[in-house]
């Protein structure tokens, strides 16, 4: 087969105007990955699943959601770690595993300002303090909460999704703002602790927002403290905690999306404005609110700045606890 010049000449001229394409159009090709380190169902799974819906044929074809529970998230940090930085592998996680991981953990498999990109937060959620039918139904705020802990000892204890999470170190830090005793009870997930909530097993819990919303209304359990500076769309009426006089709990987990490290910073800065307007859509922002997750966007400079902060914020708090794991 022979090529003559005005084929190669026409070759070239193809080629240069695909390199001078924009990069998504570039790279729509093939099927990217969201990568997501629960099981399906949960608020990382509903958010990651909305987000494939959206990208399709941006930077890949399509995406899929690609669950890897299990190691605390570790296997899909490691999974992203062995990727190329092509902008079809997408990690979409909660951000304790960048903040307060390396704090909790004594060996961590990866360095969390070095081995990934941060790209953007897609949303957060805010945290908050809820009691159950243990507690007096006259206790409604913070204050009547800590006055009942100290007078029944044996049973206040609060219950968090998991030991070593956000929601566990958020109740070391009502601890050590309140100066009252509280008993961890670590269960594995939030629908499980809000049960024993419910059922009058643990006096308190500590979870996201969104894991209290199903049962708000039946007024078996009572939200009583909001863990954020300003008061919750979702629960109006709940005071913060900072206006019950204990401004040091604050907290809330972001939802963010990280990509490999090496990966283009004009690359992750077009997937972070796809992001951005991705939860803006009004199905996909309805579905995210529904789990009690609010949009929320930062460039990627500002999410990595983000991120050491809130790294060099919990360490404290953890060290003070004196909890570690060591896998």
Do not use: C
């Given at each position: 087969m022979t090529i003559n010049r005005r084929h190669m000449l026409g070759l070239s001229a193809a080629a240069l105007a695909a390199s001078t394409l924009p990069a998504p159009a570039q790279l729509v090709r093939g099927v990217g990955r969201l990568i997501v380190g629960f099981p399906a169902g949960g608020p990382t799974d509903t958010l990651a699943r909305r987000l494939a819906e959206s990208l399709r044929g941006t930077l890949a074809e399509s995406f899929v959601v690609e669950n890897r529970p299990g190691s605390a998230a570790r296997l899909a940090i490691q999974a992203l770690m062995d990727a190329p930085p092509d902008g079809r592998t997408i990690l979409v996680s909660p951000d304790a595993?960048?903040?307060?991981?390396?704090?909790?953990?004594?060996?961590?498999?990866y360095n969390p300002a070095t081995d990934v990109t941060p790209i953007t937060p897609a949303t957060y959620a805010t945290f908050a303090l809820a009691v159950g039918p243990m507690v007096p139904a006259e206790v409604r705020d913070v204050a009547?909460?800590?006055?009942?802990?100290?007078?029944?000892?044996?049973?206040?204890?609060?219950?968090?999704?998991?030991?070593?999470?956000?929601?566990?170190?958020?109740?070391?830090l009502l601890?050590?703002?309140?100066?009252?005793?509280?008993?961890?009870?670590?269960?594995?997930g939030s629908t499980p602790a809000i049960q024993d909530l419910i059922g009058?097993?643990?006096?308190?819990?500590?979870?996201?927002?969104?894991d209290y919303l199903p049962h708000v209304a039946g007024g078996v359990l009572r939200v009583i403290g909001v863990a954020d500076r300003e008061r919750s769309a979702f629960l109006p009426n709940v005071a913060t905690f900072a206006e019950?006089?204990?401004g040091r709990v604050v907290g809330r987990d972001t939802f963010g999306c990280f990509m490999p490290k090496g990966t283009p910073a004009a690359l992750a800065g077009q997937i972070a404005g796809l992001v951005a307007d991705a939860v803006k859509v009004p199905a996909t922002r309805d579905t995210l609110r529904a789990v009690g997750q609010e949009p929320f966007s930062l460039t990627p400079p500002e999410y990595a700045a983000y991120l050491e902060r809130a790294r060099a914020a919990w360490e404290p708090i953890v060290k003070a606890s004196g909890f570690s794991l060591d896998e």
């Open positions: 595993m960048f903040t307060i991981y390396p704090s909790v953990y004594r060996r961590l498999p009547g909460f800590v006055a009942w802990a100290k007078a029944n000892a044996d049973k206040a204890a609060f219950g968090s999704p998991a030991a070593g999470s956000t929601p566990h170190f958020m109740g070391e601890i050590a703002s309140a100066g009252v005793q509280l008993r961890h009870v670590p269960y594995r009058g097993h643990v006096a308190s819990t500590i979870t996201p927002i969104g019950q006089g204990l």
